[in-house]
């Protein structure tokens, strides 16, 4: 099977990204023809005010007309642009995650063409465009496509720049991680992790110039220096992101909260609420967006810090938030069933994948990158809540691996069974 299926890959080579293209914009066309008015996702009115304040020359505010701070700018400056081209009409918005997608799609095939084989970027390809998690947030009004495009490309960036170091390369890579943060806060500590790890493991390369390192680093921070600065002049605070962080990990630090839905979650916070404020962390007598997340964060702080003194309990909840991840999405489960037969499969393709790229001298950096960036979401959703939507900017990445793993996985299957019949009188 394996000959026919390379045989089947060098065929399209030659218009491949052509072929990635449609693949991945079929389906998503098909579920926006089905279901054109979808956008129930939950911050959806919030942004879509933002985006009509800014279009229509207010600023940027939100739907009681007041300064925001909440959602970073990235996505509500994409929102704003649909609008000032087609109104109210929310197609718009969907033709532009699939657009993304489809880059997305497509600069991920280029790396695996170039550093494994055109089968293994059509297997990547195909997952991708039919995984039901992207269609799914490809119809909603909601940043993860755009996130997921500058978290995908930063990757790609990075793996060139470090293969042909160059600095300009390095500020690209850093620049587009920035935009990612730009868009939303979960990487705002990914490119010190990356950098830290990468330039530790690659020392001996070229590529272990402080200078690059450097420009990698100070090119994710500048541009998010405007939109904190914003931040001073309106709010007082010296803040790249204010979205969630606090409320994230607070929410995730107790299973009391992440493992319940809906009205139950709700009232299991606020007594929770009630029993920090018995241990002295005081709600913030100011009800804004930064003052809040401070106490939420003291609050998780706390509940971790009573955790490390229950490992079994800990042990617990870590479980618990591993299991989850494999398919909670938002505040309820979604689909159990056929998202964990997607996702198991995928991470143990993956983890193969990744150990057979170690193994080759040529892709041991890919591999590094590869744990790095999935390792880190998989660190964001451990530490805050646990949902499979959070760990989404890695599923890209994770599917790649898995691709690498299933070409490889057949290609042993298929050297011993010419072992076998070899070995046949």
Not at 28 to 52: E, Q, S, T
Not at 387 to 415: K, Q
Not at 416 to 423: F, S, V
């Amino acid at each position: 099977m394996l000959p026919a299926l390379e045989q089947f890959a060098e065929r399209l080579k030659p218009h491949l990204y052509l072929w990635v293209a449609l693949a991945v914009a079929i389906p998503r066309l098909a579920f926006v023809a089905i279901a054109p008015n979808r956008n129930a996702y939950g911050n959806a009115p919030g942004l879509l005010a933002l985006a009509k304040n800014m279009a229509e020359g207010r600023g940027y505010l939100d739907e009681e007309g007041n300064p925001d701070s909440y959602f970073n700018p990235g996505y509500p400056c994409l929102l704003a642009g649909c609008r000032l081209l087609s109104g109210d009409l929310l197609l718009a918005v969907k033709i532009a995650h699939i657009l993304l997608d489809i880059t997305t799609a497509v600069v991920l095939s280029w790396l695996l063409l170039r550093t494994s084989s055109a089968l293994t970027a059509l297997f990547f390809a195909t997952a991708f465009a039919l995984h039901p998690l992207f269609i799914h947030l490809g119809n909603n009004v909601n940043d993860e496509p755009l996130l997921i495009f500058f978290v995908v490309t930063s990757f790609v960036a990075l793996h060139q720049a470090i293969d042909r170091p160059v600095a300009w390369r390095f500020a690209l890579a850093g620049l587009l991680l920035g935009l990612a943060i730009f868009t939303k806060s979960t990487p705002i500590f990914l490119p010190f992790v990356v950098t830290g790890v990468i330039f530790l493991v690659i020392r001996r390369m070229k590529a272990n110039r402080v200078t690059h390192w450097l420009a990698y680093l100070l090119a994710s921070i500048i541009v998010l220096l405007p939109w904190a600065y914003r931040n001073y002049l309106v709010f007082g605070h010296f803040s790249f992101s204010t979205r969630g962080i606090g409320t994230n990990l607070w929410w995730g630090s107790n299973p009391r909260i992440f493992a319940t839905y809906g009205k139950a979650q709700r009232v299991a916070a606020n007594e929770i609420e009630l029993e920090m404020v018995a241990k002295g962390i005081q709600p913030p007598a100011e009800n804004n967006v930064f003052d809040r997340e401070h106490w939420r964060l003291r609050m998780a702080i706390q509940q971790y810090k009573e955790l490390l003194h229950q490992p079994g309990f800990l042990a617990k909840v870590l479980f618990l938030k591993a299991t989850r991840t494999l398919y909670a999405t938002e505040d309820r489960p979604s689909a159990h069933l056929p998202l964990i037969l997607l996702q198991i499969p995928t991470i143990l393709l993956a983890t193969y994948g990744m150990v057979r790229l170690w193994k080759r001298a040529e892709t041991r950096v890919l591999a590094w990158l590869l744990v790095l960036y999935i390792g880190y979401y998989y660190g964001i959703v451990t530490a805050g809540m646990p949902m499979v939507r959070y760990f989404a900017p890695a599923i890209p990445l994770l599917l790649a691996a898995a691709a690498v793993g299933l070409v490889a996985l057949l290609s042993t299957m298929c050297a011993i069974e010419k072992t076998k019949l070899l070995a046949q009188p």
